[in-house]
């Protein structure tokens, strides 16, 4: 095995768990590369690649340049704010248009799901999923996972918890195929509202106490409470919110283990998680951050070697 | 597909201690020379140098490098496989030292172009020189020559050069391998 089963990431659904594994051993590689004083190697250096994104990003869009840019690969960016979107030109178009200046690899971000699958139909490139509305969100599960893997050693067998907003999270999804494929325990825990009524066909279990969840589990995954997609109130207050499912320090200290805690960013400090909470040490945030580049070079190189 | 021993075990000992003394007369105490081999196979080769020149020529102490090339090869995208990195493992810079390259086989030399490449992101070193066990003559892609050698072999082109190494395939021999077209 020394490829990926696929011509596009578009979600983790359509992975194999060997590709998974494929995947992190190099970014295995790629991790010792960005640690060196000259982080780029030269792979990608006849390669386009055009960062599509028709919906705000900050941490994703700089990890998934950083990551083009280390691999030497030539980079365009384009945000549907300023651009012929506002004149109703459709998706294909728009992105046919970047295609015929010779762009190889498109990375997208849409807020209509399944928009990535829809575009992998129609144009000739390779399309890399960076987060379709409520859909997938890929290389966030795969860096969770690597994260994981990388602070326990393995996911097989693990005891993973998503807390919060489960029915508008892209992670989250995403993290129960990826986390499932690769035969970890998952528990998804929340406010009964913003849990999708048939999740436990996918195999995890709903628990709507967070301490009992937090002592079952060895990995918290912190959800940010996504307001902008809040459209009716799911619960009551922010603040009774925090009180039932975010996670402070002395709720930490009074669990029977030294869990790790995750969170896909940005957080909302003193909602999800308090600021101690993700300033400790058991917290993996920041390493999260660093191994998301590795994960999206390891992603952008594997799928790359298979444009012909 | 036949093959024959290009060198048994103990003809590979004798050329093992004949280049680590070579290597002790160009560089001495190694105190500003570094080795670096170069992954997948030609790390074997630069352990063994390296015991070598510590357990029998009393060299106190060698920074041993591995260094993967695969992300600065000049194949990517053009062959049927995608190609699978190896581990590097480098825990020191390269600035303002000798580096000795050193590698299994020589045959195209675009292997040794890319590493020339690699080693850059190490730091810029005073020279690079290049030992291998096996020179494969008339075979050069580009102008590069070992300045160190075991032996040179002549090989045609489906003649494949493979050299075992105890620690991994169980035995210390170089097969001369030809393939049937």
Not at chain 1, 139 to 149: K, M
Not at chain 1, 181 to 204: D, F, H, R
Not at chain 1, 243 to 265: A, C, R, T, W, Y
Request: proline share 3%.
């Amino acid at each position: 095995m020394s490829e990926l089963s696929v011509n596009h990431l578009l979600g983790i659904k359509y992975l194999k768990e060997k590709d998974i594994q494929l995947i992190f051993e190099t970014a295995d590689h790629f991790k010792e590369v960005i640690n060196r004083s000259i982080k780029k190697v030269p792979s990608l250096r006849d390669i386009t690649i055009a960062n599509v994104f028709f919906e705000n990003s900050t941490r994703t869009k700089l990890s998934f340049e950083l990551a083009e840019k280390r691999l030497s690969a030539d980079v365009i960016n384009f945000s549907a704010g300023q651009s012929s979107v506002k004149k109703g030109e459709t998706l294909v178009d728009t992105v046919n248009n970047i295609l015929s200046m010779k762009v190889d690899m498109v990375v997208m971000r849409h807020p209509n799901p399944g928009a990535g699958i829809f575009l992998s139909k129609h144009v000739k490139a390779a399309i890399v999923n960076a987060g379709d509305g409520a859909h997938e969100h890929p290389t966030q599960a795969l860096l969770d996972s690597y994260s994981i893997r990388e602070k326990l050693g393995d996911v097989a067998g693990k005891n993973v918890v998503i807390v919060g907003d489960i029915l508008h999270s892209r992670v989250a999804l995403s993290n129960i195929f990826a986390l499932k494929l690769q035969g970890a325990n998952v528990k998804v825990c929340g406010p009964k509202t913003l849990i999708p009524k048939y999740i436990e066909s996918l195999g995890v279990e709903v628990e709507t106490d967070l301490r009992k969840a937090l002592n079952w589990c060895d990995v918290a995954n912190m959800l940010r409470i996504q307001n902008e997609r809040l459209d009716i109130s799911y619960f009551p207050t922010t603040r009774e919110y925090t009180q039932q499912f975010g996670v402070n320090k002395k709720l930490l200290e009074s669990l029977d283990k030294e869990i790790v805690i995750m969170h896909p960013g940005p957080i909302n400090r003193g909602v999800e998680i308090t600021s101690d909470v993700a300033d400790s040490k058991q917290s993996i945030i920041l390493n999260q951050v660093e191994n998301g580049v590795a994960i999206r070079m390891a992603v952008i190189y594997l799928l790359a070697s298979k444009i012909k | 597909m036949s093959q024959k021993v290009l060198l048994s075990s103990k003809e590979i000992n004798i050329i093992l201690h004949r280049l680590a003394c070579q290597l002790l007369e160009n560089h001495l105490d190694f105190k500003n020379t570094v080795l670096i081999g170069l992954q997948p196979r030609g790390i074997y080769l630069a352990q063994r140098l390296n015991d070598i020149l510590k357990s029998e020529y009393g060299v106190k102490h060698i920074d041993l490098g591995f260094l993967d090339i695969t992300f600065y090869r000049d194949d990517f995208r053009r062959g049927d496989k995608t190609l699978e990195a190896n581990k590097t493992n480098i825990n020191f810079l390269v600035e303002d030292k000798n580096v000795v390259l050193v590698d299994d086989v020589l045959y195209t030399g675009r292997s040794i172009r890319s590493a020339l490449t690699a080693i850059q992101s190490f730091g810029r070193p005073l020279d690079i020189e290049l030992l291998t066990l096996i020179d494969r003559r008339f075979s050069r892609h580009l102008p590069i020559q070992p300045n160190y050698r075991g032996r040179q072999v002549d090989a045609i082109n489906n003649e494949k050069v493979k050299v075992m190494w105890k620690e991994n395939d169980g035995e210390d021999t170089v097969y001369l391998i030809k393939t049937t077209a």
